[in-house]
C-alpha cells in the first residue's frame, strides 16, 4: 500500500522560510502527479501547488512567487520550498499523489503543521 509521509512543519516568524518534504513508500513520484494542499481552522481544504510527472507546476495564487513545488525521482520524494511566509499561510500542509487516468485513484500523507506567528 502506498504511504506518505510529510515531514519539515516547524514554528517560524513571517518572512521566514521552511521546506516540507514528503516521502513516498512507493515508486509513485516520477509517475502521479504530486502536489500539496493545505487546510487552515474551519477553512477547506485547498491546493498550494502541484507537480505533473512531466514537470509542469502549478501554484495559488496567494503563493505564487514564494513557493516552489520541487521532484527527486531517485529518492522518491517531493518538497515544497516556503520563502517569505505570512501568518495566513498557518495551517496543515498534506501531500498528495493522484492518480487521474484509468481507474483514478488518490492517497494522503497525514500532514505536517506549519505555523508563521510572531
Known amino acids: 500500500q502506498v504511504q506518505l509521509v510529510e515531514s519539515g512543519g516547524g514554528l517560524v516568524q513571517p518572512g521566514g522560510s521552511l521546506r516540507l518534504s514528503c516521502a513516498a513508500s512507493?515508486?509513485?513520484?516520477?509517475?502521479?502527479?504530486m502536489g500539496w494542499y493545505r487546510q487552515a481552522p474551519d477553512k477547506q481544504r485547498e491546493l498550494v501547488a502541484s507537480?505533473?510527472?512531466?514537470?509542469?507546476?502549478n501554484y495559488a495564487e496567494s503563493v505564487k512567487g514564494r513557493f516552489t513545488i520541487s521532484r527527486d525521482n531517485t529518492k522518491n520524494t517531493v518538497y515544497l520550498q516556503m520563502n517569505s511566509l505570512k501568518p495566513e499561510d498557518t495551517a496543515v500542509y498534506y501531500c498528495?499523489?493522484?492518480?487521474?487516468?484509468?481507474?483514478?485513484?488518490?492517497?494522503w500523507g497525514q500532514g505536517t503543521q506549519v505555523t508563521v506567528s510572531s
Open positions: 498528495n499523489a493522484a492518480w487521474n487516468w484509468i481507474r483514478p485513484r488518490d492517497y
Open positions: 507537480i505533473t510527472s512531466g514537470g509542469t507546476t
Open positions: 512507493g515508486s509513485i513520484v516520477s509517475s502521479f502527479d
